[in-house]
């Protein structure tokens, strides 16, 4: 038996006028999902437990059987293990995006959020501006007194550490403010104004850097200053094997998700041209998932597109990025696994809700679709959301991993 997992990134979402009261989900293009589904079996799972921070870093942990309730301690630490980043005892780490906020003669505080993404930047790019600032003596020398470092990822995600520090600081998620003034959401608590200092200061180097003003020529977002979030200490995971009796693969371009498959002992393979966003390589990724099924028998596949689409507030990219999901992922998976002459399973959902009409994640129970080769159910309900609600709710996302390899509850 082959078992895959599929994560379509914040693709759930709620009714939209514009699509006739319909989900993006549920208008979308997707023939082959809705056929799977019809056949298998569709239902609710809250991802996200009631008081936790709704994210794909709480989300994937208790999709992949790991209680964000007892062992999150923030995003970064996860993202860190993803970039190779070995944290210590004391340590803290952050989440370092390279954002485009506001220009204009306005103090720092008084500029907006205009892209948690840098203006989408391309990873090539991003390591450009990111090395250059590094390299800057004035910021390298804020970097040295601060106690920090930080590594650079080949997309606008890089991470930072902090040899000595404290976690209890209050940051907002860039991707939660967009379009609001930087002024009601900058960092609070210990530490703050250290933080605040290299924000600003990334701000007054990147701003005149030539690439940032070739983006501006060409009517891009400058990629222009650092911001820091999703702090936390050191976390261990248990073994994935040992919960599961199972190994595998996990095939993503996302440092996060990445580190929480480096974290529980599964492997993680990159694919080149692979970056989270709608021209990802996905023929690429799926290759590499069927060509770790020849050797483990189990292996996730994480698409990042529908979140940034749903974060930039676009719905026609988001219906683009469910079909695409659909034909170059879901579909030449099934052709390649029919080809192994084997019994498989596969679980398809989205990670957490990421709605359209706030551009941010919510908590809500997600629907989750689970088919089997090898059984027919004839319950003919397309995979949506309004459809999920008659197959339950499951309270519990650590439960979703003993639903797809057929296992009594973990705990």
């Not at 990134?9 to 699509?19: K, N, R, S, V, Y």
Request: include cysteine.
């Amino acid at each position: 038996m082959k078992y895959v997992l599929i994560i379509g990134d914040g693709m759930a979402d709620f009714p939209i006028e514009a699509l006739e009261g319909k989900t993006p989900l549920e208008a979308a293009y997707k023939p082959v999902m809705d056929a799977l589904a019809m056949q298998g079996i569709v239902g609710r799972v809250r991802t996200v437990p009631e008081g936790v921070p709704a994210g794909s870093d709480t989300a994937i942990l208790s999709i992949f059987g790991f209680d964000p309730r007892k062992v999150y301690t923030g995003r970064s630490p996860l993202e860190a293990a993803g970039s190779g980043v070995k944290m210590e005892k004391g340590n803290v780490s952050f989440r370092c995006n390279l954002t485009a906020v506001s220009t204009g003669e306005v103090p720092y505080a008084e500029r907006t959020m205009a892209s948690h993404s840098g203006g989408n930047i391309d990873g090539k790019d991003a390591q450009t501006l990111m090395h250059a600032l590094l390299n800057d003596p004035g910021f390298a020398a804020k970097l040295r007194q601060a106690g920090m470092e930080i590594t650079v990822n080949p997309s606008y995600r890089h991470i930072a550490v902090l040899k000595s520090g404290s976690d209890r600081v209050e940051l907002a998620p860039p991707h939660d403010i967009l379009g609001q003034r930087l002024g009601d959401h900058l960092p609070k608590g210990e530490g703050a104004e250290v933080l605040l200092s290299l924000m600003e200061a990334s701000y007054e180097f990147l701003k005149d850097h030539p690439l940032n003003k070739e983006r501006e020529e060409k009517g891009l977002l400058p990629a222009n200053s650092l911001w820091f979030w999703g702090q936390g200490s050191a976390v261990t995971l248990e073994s994935f094997q040992k919960l599961f009796g199972h190994t595998g693969d996990v095939i993503t371009a996302v440092p996060l998700v990445k580190g929480i498959a480096e974290l529980a002992g599964l492997k993680h393979t990159d694919v080149e041209g692979a970056n989270g966003d709608l021209d990802t390589n996905y023929e690429g990724k799926v290759a590499a998932a069927l060509n770790a099924l020849k050797i483990d028998d189990f292996c996730a596949v994480h698409i990042e597109a529908p979140d940034e689409m749903s974060h930039a507030g676009d719905l026609g990219k988001k219906l683009e990025a469910i079909r695409l999901l659909d034909e170059r992922v879901v579909a030449p998976l099934l052709v390649g696994l029919n080809k192994l002459h084997e019994r498989y399973r596969i679980l398809i959902l989205s990670d957490h809700y990421t709605a359209l009409s706030t551009r941010t994640h919510d908590g809500t129970p997600v629907p989750f679709l689970l088919y089997d080769s090898g059984v027919n159910t004839a319950r003919n309900l397309p995979y949506c959301e309004k459809n999920a609600v008659y197959g339950g709710l499951m309270e519990e996302g650590t439960d979703l991993m003993p639903l797809l390899f057929g296992l009594e509850k973990k705990r």
